[in-house]
């Protein structure tokens, strides 16, 4: 299949600051499941929305749990806050912690964000909501874990960042990505009390537009989780192919998971599946975008890659 490569690149930057948001509070309630023979209705994101919009119930078909997860023996609660891969993927990775580790769980991603717009203190130049930052909702919620996943929003989208760009002063915007990464940790701290949730810094997948950025990115997220006894986890590794963690595909080989989920490995032919469609480098939903942004409603496996990662990271540190 030709990949309109140009193109792709074209949408995907249209697309960098589309994500979903939360409704009149975070999802917190047990989704309806979805029958496996019915598609739920469309969704995903679309780029330029300023105003939060609330997300949607809709929730992506998912294949049933593992057949033998290791149950913990305490319920943890998780706390998921994000951009647009974290509203993607919001639905499927509440049910997979429910499913194999009881969690009680709660999302709260929002639109084109990035860590800034998580803390307290930002005011209107910020695209969440006081009730829904991140110290705000440990404060309410008293998590186990607080599952952080950002692109790192690099193209002046997001107010908070003051204008600060990858591209016209990549120095400044590495700095200012370390400091609210380390901002954000003291913030969620302050919030808990003595007893704090853990953080999950998330590690992302490869950037074909400027590879370098993620992998600075990524580093990031490594020091500071080594700085302040975070939990990582490389939800990125699972859409990379296995020699070139940080080289952009489309395709990579189907997992011995996806060839048993037929509907996981897209091309059972070729032994290979999808993780982008062709207008779409960033996002790993296989269905169109539309206007208002919502969880993705059809089976994608890079969103079941992702939250597989994010599930195992934090039921090894549940156990």
Known sequence: ???????????????????????????????????????????????????????????????????????????????????????????????????????????????????????????????VPAKDKAAALVRALRPDFVVLQFWGNAWGYTPCMDGITHDKARARYFARYAADAKKLTAQIADASGAHGPKVVWVLQGPDPITPDRIRRV????????????????DAGKAVSPATARYTWTQYLPCTAYERDHSAYCTRPGSGRTALHRDDDYLHFCLAPTTEKPKPCPVRSPGIMRITRAITEAVASATN
């Open 1 to 127: 299949m030709r990949k309109p490569w140009i193109v792709g690149v074209l949408v995907g930057l249209l697309l960098l600051g589309a994500c979903g948001d939360p409704s009149s509070g975070p999802e917190a309630a047990h989704p309806a499941r979805s029958d496996p023979g019915t598609s739920p209705s469309s969704a995903s994101e679309a780029h330029g929305a300023r105003e939060a919009s609330p997300s949607s119930t809709t929730q992506q078909q998912r294949p049933p749990a593992s057949s033998s997860p290791e149950v913990p023996t305490k319920r943890p609660t998780v706390l998921y806050l994000g951009d647009s891969l974290a509203m993607e993927n919001q639905k499927v990775l509440g049910g997979l912690l429910r499913d194999e580790l009881r969690a009680r769980y709660t999302s709260a991603p929002y639109s084109g964000t990035t860590l800034c717009d998580y803390l307290e203190g930002t005011g209107q130049d910020s695209l």
């Open 218 to 233: 990524n580093a990031i997220y490594e020091r500071q989780a080594d700085a302040s006894g975070a939990l990582l986890a």
